[in-house]
């Protein structure tokens, strides 16, 4: 395999942010916004804002919202900064487990592990297939109990004809490098129910100027490249030894927490709406090849759910043949891994969770991104059968 490929990668150039930058005015950022509330179908009843990160967003939302009631249901297959906010903002983690097939969730459970400390809960879109959540909707309401959509990593997935994200009280949406449009750094928040919009935090948000921006987002770029670089490399004993003394450019991308979306991100994001279906259409095709070439090894998508592919997961049979599998990949240029997530939540026991834990051991990440062809999916598919 000669090129390299990162699980995730962005579809946009240095020539895009330039472009970007000529177009900046001062409603940049509510331009994008609105661009933001057309591709996901919603209207003037429903308010979007644009924060520093999602992980950032959830934590300020969590801090306005659940009063005395500090409980958060949320999926023990997770990510960690999901955790890290909502006890940053205070509240209780309460864990709830896969049913027996990943991605699916048995509802009346769940229900079940609410209790009146239960403030919110949060529903986990994953890899760009949405879950099916309307059967907790009417007892959320009922309740007064916060519900979550988290689309970091799903942006223009549906469940039955409501675009993700439009069917709990609130959204979050992630635009850090890995995520289905990334633009270097932030995130948007969707509010559907109006009653639970405060924006107390909205005054601890930097913008950065132009020139500001466009030093970082040249920031960022270095930083990919040197990621995307070292894919092959990394398991070199050469490699690890320039590492260590500081003699390889940084991978690592990282701005303060608080620090806003620019105007330049917001006419980049523009334009990415305007080419994402194109994106969709050949990710699609490409998760459903490996699922083709891959039968009942990849994730799968629940009756009635029209997914909007980040990458694909493949199910292997060990730890061990998915570790040696994601080895050679990696050698060969291709990031592949139990990247999202190896590990469960803080405080889970290990034989309460069985089915998130499957998941977490023995479910690879496989790229099929928009620079993939049919070519490097033939490939893919033919190592992970031989492997097993």
Wanted: net charge neutral; with cysteine.
């Amino acid at each position: 395999m000669s090129a390299v490929f990162d699980t995730v990668e962005e579809f946009w150039s240095w020539d895009d942010i330039e472009i970007a930058a000529q177009r900046v005015n001062k409603n940049s950022a509510q331009h994008f916004k609105l661009a933001l509330a057309d591709y996901l179908g919603v209207h003037t009843q429903t308010t979007i804002e644009l924060v520093p990160s999602a992980r950032f967003g959830l934590e300020k939302l969590l801090q306005d919202q659940l009063g005395e009631r500090r409980s958060v249901l949320v999926p023990c297959f997770n990510c960690s900064v999901v955790q890290e906010s909502i006890l940053a903002a205070g509240g209780i983690t309460q864990l709830y487990d896969f049913s027996p097939s990943p991605g699916l969730f048995n509802w009346e459970k769940v229900i079940q592990q609410a209790d009146s400390n239960t403030g919110a809960i949060i529903v986990t879109h994953y890899f760009g297939v949405p879950i099916d959540l309307r059967p907790i909707i009417d007892y959320c309401r009922t309740n007064e109990i916060l519900l979550i959509e988290d689309c970091a990593h799903t942006l223009g997935g549906k469940i039955g004809s409501a675009v993700a994200g439009t069917l709990g009280d609130v959204a979050l949406f992630s635009f850090n490098h890995d995520k289905p449009m990334s633009l270097a750094w932030g995130g948007a928040i969707l509010v559907n129910n109006a009653t639970f919009s405060k924006n107390n935090w909205k005054e601890k948000i930097s913008v950065p100027s132009v020139d500001q921006e466009l030093t970082m987002l040249n920031d960022f770029c270095r930083a990919m490249t040197a990621r995307r670089t070292a894919i092959p490399k990394q398991f070199r004993l050469s490699e690890k030894i320039f590492r260590k003394l500081g003699l390889r450019p940084s991978s690592t991308f990282g701005i303060k927490p608080d620090m806003g979306m620019g105007q330049v991100q917001a006419q980049l994001g523009i334009q990415c709406l305007s080419r994402y279906d194109a994106i969709l259409s050949s990710r699609k095709k490409n998760a459903e090849r490996l699922a083709t070439n891959c039968p009942g090894r990849t994730w799968p998508v629940g009756a009635d759910i029209t997914p909007a592919w980040l990458k694909q997961k493949v199910r292997f049979s060990s730890i061990a043949n998915l570790t040696s599998q994601a080895k050679q990949f990696q050698t060969q240029g291709l990031r592949a891994g139990n990247f999202n997530w190896p590990a469960l939540l803080e405080g889970v026991e290990r034989h309460h969770f069985e089915n998130s834990l499957n998941v977490a051991e023995l479910w690879m990440d496989v790229p099929i991104h928009q620079n993939i062809d049919e070519r490097h999916i033939e490939t893919f598919s033919s190592s992970i059968n031989s492997m097993g």
